[in-house]
């Protein structure tokens, strides 16, 4: 049984940071891709980040939208996926999940076909 679950959601002034966790567990294939989404009320959801990774390394994309602020990291040994968050602003306020998905090949191509979420955390960045 696929499971991932967020944390390190939380309240934030402009500016700030915050780290996302993603425990993962179940997801067993050689080569995957995990991602972070984001929506915001009244708003489609998001691609923000996606890293591949497999038993030999890992490749990261960091959407532009907050390219220069948030990067994306992993730990196979906690089988956890990261997303830092830094320089942080009110228009970042969303709920963000964690996903994954199977893939072929060493990329994970784009931010569609993503079949295991989270349940999401809420980031909220206010003065």
């Known amino acids: 049984q696929v499971r991932l679950e967020e944390s390190g959601g939380g309240s934030v002034q402009p500016g700030g940071s915050l780290r996302l966790s993603c425990a993962h567990s179940?997801?067993?294939?050689?080569?995957?891709?995990m991602g972070w989404f984001r929506q915001a009320p009244g708003k489609e959801r998001e691609g923000v980040a996606h890293i591949y990774v497999s038993g030999s390394g890992s490749s990261a994309y960091i959407a532009d939208s907050v390219k220069g602020r948030f990067t994306i990291s992993q730990d196979n040994a906690q089988a956890t996926v990261y997303l830092q968050m830094n320089s942080l602003k009110p228009e970042d306020t969303a709920v963000y999940y964690c996903?994954?998905?199977?893939?072929?090949?060493?990329?994970?191509?784009?931010?569609?076909?993503?079949?295991?979420w989270g349940q999401g955390t809420q980031v909220t960045v206010s003065s």
């Open positions: 996903a994954a998905k199977a893939v072929l090949g060493p990329w994970c191509g784009s931010f569609r076909d993503f079949t295991y």
């Open positions: 179940g997801l067993d294939f050689s080569m995957k891709c």
